[in-house]
């Protein structure tokens, strides 16, 4: 397999050549009257353009070669978005919260999706239909399967795997770029055509550790930065560390580290960060609406035509739903707990008052995807009097809800943990969990 992937800011396309056995780059200035900045305004030409580096790097016609375009802070929508479960329709809440902070920007001239992260929290995500058509255009010019549309901001908590605030600072082609991040997601970025003096980068991290914040942010992760002092109360922690085996890399870290991450968990493309997975299908909806497809019959069109397109939506449709627009927001995302219980006989139990928490011995898996999640999940329950023997990763990575497997000797204490998370957790039952296991419910915690 030859990974290649592509990137345009400030008027230069980078290319990157990524195999087993070696890691190729080529990079080309790009006249003005084919594209500005990091927007292609030429598509035949710019692909000329990337053809010919394409035989810089020499790819080897007898691999496979699929191709990764990486999308430039400036050209993707980053937002949090914040629910409460009393609100009403979660729906038509979340669709005007979008509306409200887009301000100027039409909902209708965007791919969207939004995904939820943490209860009550979700990650927006949204980019220009007109960018994305052109990436479309360029890979068909190439002749080349499209694999993954990628904002390389949200990769960046993906590099630290932490759900802790933090903030990042990249330099690249003499842009720096800063952003927020918390829960593994992206809230804020702000990218600066001159680099900032070591004093006004101070000043800046000091403002924005507080953004929006009860307690400053504490740790600053660099990208391709050059090392700088802060503040005592700042720990700095560069992404890539030292040495001659990094050099190769100058200026394509971004592209190096997309390869990396891919390598590490080829999932990443089933999910938001793969800006392809915002297209609409044009699948039969079950609803009485029928799925609109105004506007974007062009994409639809030369997605089907061509068959070059290589994407996927996989995962659990609840947690993160394409937004096609022109359809109804009611649309948009739907949640489903489905009740999966068993139908063994109950057997009698003590009532809820009689019941000690602390003799539910629990063991959670993450089944969120999320870093982080199943040692917060440990805590909460703690602090609710359980008692939980271990935590790990789940099998099934992305689902929705969350899974509250218990013994069918342990049944009794279903209601008392269903009230006590209820909040905080979209939840399913299932009371099958073997009786020789260590402990007597197993909780698989998902997105929520």
């Known amino acids: 397999m030859q990974n290649l992937t592509l990137s345009l800011n400030e008027n230069i396309v980078k290319l990157t050549l990524s195999t087993e056995e070696d890691f190729k780059t080529a990079s080309a200035q790009v006249d003005p009257a084919i594209a500005h900045d990091s927007e292609v305004l030429d598509t035949q030409a710019f692909s000329e353009i990337v053809l010919g580096l394409i035989k810089e790097v020499s790819i080897k016609a007898n691999k496979k070669t699929i191709l990764n375009y990486l999308v430039e802070p400036n050209d993707v929508i980053l937002r949090f978005l914040t629910v409460n479960k009393k609100t009403g329709d979660i729906d038509e809440h979340i669709v005007a919260e979008i509306r409200e902070k887009l301000g100027d920007q039409p909902l209708e ?10 209860p009550f929290v979700y990650q927006f995500v949204a980019i220009k239909r007109d960018k994305m058509e052109r990436i479309l255009e360029i890979a068909n010019h190439l002749g080349l399967s499209l694999q993954g549309v990628i904002p390389w901001l949200m990769l960046l908590p993906k590099l630290v795997g932490t759900n802790d605030p933090c903030i990042f600072i990249y330099n690249t082609n003499g842009n720096q770029v800063v952003a927020l991040s918390e829960l593994s997601g992206i809230y804020f970025s702000q990218s600066f055509e001159k680099e900032k003096t070591s ?66 968990d080829p999932s990443l493309l089933n999910g938001q960060t793969n800006l392809l997975n915002l297209l609409p299908l044009p699948v039969e909806q079950k609803k009485s609406a029928p799925l609109a497809l105004i506007g974007v019959g062009s994409v639809i069109t030369l997605l089907l035509f061509l068959g070059l397109i290589y994407y996927k939506v996989v995962g659990n449709k609840s947690a993160e739903q394409s937004v096609v627009p022109g359809e109804d927001s009611s649309q948009v995302l739907s949640e489903t707990a489905e009740s999966t219980e068993s139908t063994l006989a109950e057997p009698e139990h003590p009532s809820e008052a009689e ?71 979209d939840i399913v039952t299932d009371e099958t969990l073997d009786e020789s296991a260590a402990y007597g419910l197993l909780m698989v915690v998902g997105l929520n």
């Open 109 to 118: 001239e965007l791919y969207f999706s939004y995904q939820k992260i943490a």
């Open 199 to 264: 004093k006004e980068l101070e000043k800046l991290v000091s403002e924005l550790s507080v953004y929006k914040r009860a307690s400053p942010i504490s740790k600053i992760y660099t990208v391709s930065s050059e090392s700088f002092s802060l503040d005592p109360n700042y720990t700095v922690i560069p992404l890539l560390p030292s040495g001659e085996e990094y050099k190769g890399i100058k200026d394509f870290e971004m592209h190096a580290l997309l390869n990396k991450l891919i390598s590490d």
């Open 355 to 425: 019941l000690k928490k602390e003799d539910l011995v629990i063991r959670v898996e993450n089944g969120a995807g999320v870093p982080g999640v199943a040692a917060k999940t440990q805590e909460f329950l703690e602090s609710k009097g359980y008692k939980v023997l271990e935590i790990g990763n789940a099998e099934e990575v992305g689902r929705a809800d969350t899974l509250l497997k218990f013994k069918a000797s342990k049944t009794g204490y279903k209601d008392l943990v269903i009230n006590d998370l209820k909040d905080e957790y």
